[in-house]
């Protein structure tokens, strides 16, 4: 049990827009900690693709876009491609833990 | 570039120790932290604690003591990762990945990730 909860797996068609949920506590995001966002290809290394709520790095295409309002965060993929298939990880600071903890991972079908 | 990267996988017995490098290049390793984070086959990220690359000292997550052991070879800009009393359900990939203090304040980059195998 991940103390940071997304959702199993999403799906969309391409050109299409989803969105990606992450459900936090009082001990991380409601203790001001940030979200950031992870995607991870097939058989590849996670990549960072959003961090500090809402920042995109050098490189990251706007069709993703991140967001948190109180103990809730969530990631926006517009106009969805194919190589956006993946694994999706949302992480944080968990003060109560002392610990990063991770999302249990979201898998994102594109149909 | 920033660029980590980790030595190749492994096929371990049950009971043997391995040990898994994380050399860094493009900074200055001793201003970034360096943590590690498992995958087992099928599942999501686990964090497993991190090395402070400027006085070596190792901090360790829940169910990370004992026999894991981080270190550090500076002169070599590279980090490691021991398990000793390899176990069947150690079988992961295991990455290395620096904190970036500086602009992120998260887990940027990542190595490419090292498989470890154990089985008789």
């Known amino acids: 049990q991940s103390v940071l909860t997304q959702p199993p797996s999403v799906s969309g068609a391409p050109g299409q827009r989803v969105t990606i949920s992450c459900t936090g506590s009082s001990s991380n995001f409601g203790a001001g900690y940030d979200v950031h966002w992870y995607q991870q290809l097939p058989g590849t290394a996670p990549k960072l693709l959003i961090y500090?709520?809402?920042n995109r790095p050098s490189g990251v295409p706007d069709r993703f876009s991140g967001s948190m309002s109180g103990t809730s965060a969530s990631l926006a993929i517009t106009g969805l491609q194919a190589e956006d298939e993946a694994d999706y990880y949302c992480?944080?600071?968990?003060?109560?833990?002392?610990?990063?903890?991770f999302g249990g991972g979201t898998k994102l079908t594109v149909l | 570039q920033v660029q980590l990267v980790q030595s190749g996988s492994e096929l371990k017995k049950p009971g043997a120790s391995v040990k898994v490098s994380c050399k860094a290049s493009?900074?200055?390793?001793?201003?970034?932290?360096l943590n590690w984070v498992r995958q087992a086959p099928g599942q999501g990220l686990e964090w497993m604690g991190w090395i402070n690359t400027n006085t070596g000292n190792p901090t360790y997550a829940q169910g990370f003591t004992g026999r894991f052991v981080f270190s550090l070879d500076t002169s070599v800009s590279t980090a490691y990762l021991q398990i000793s009393s390899l176990k069947p359900e150690d079988t992961a990939v295991y990455y290395c990945?620096?904190?970036?203090?500086?602009?992120?304040?998260?887990?940027?980059?990542w190595g490419q990730g090292t498989l470890v195998f154990v089985s008789s």
């Open positions: 493009g900074y200055t390793f001793s201003n970034y932290a």
């Open positions: 990945a620096r904190k970036d203090d500086l602009l992120t304040y998260t887990f940027d980059p």
């Open positions: 992480h944080s600071y968990d003060t109560s833990l002392s610990a990063w903890v």
């Open positions: 500090g709520n809402s």
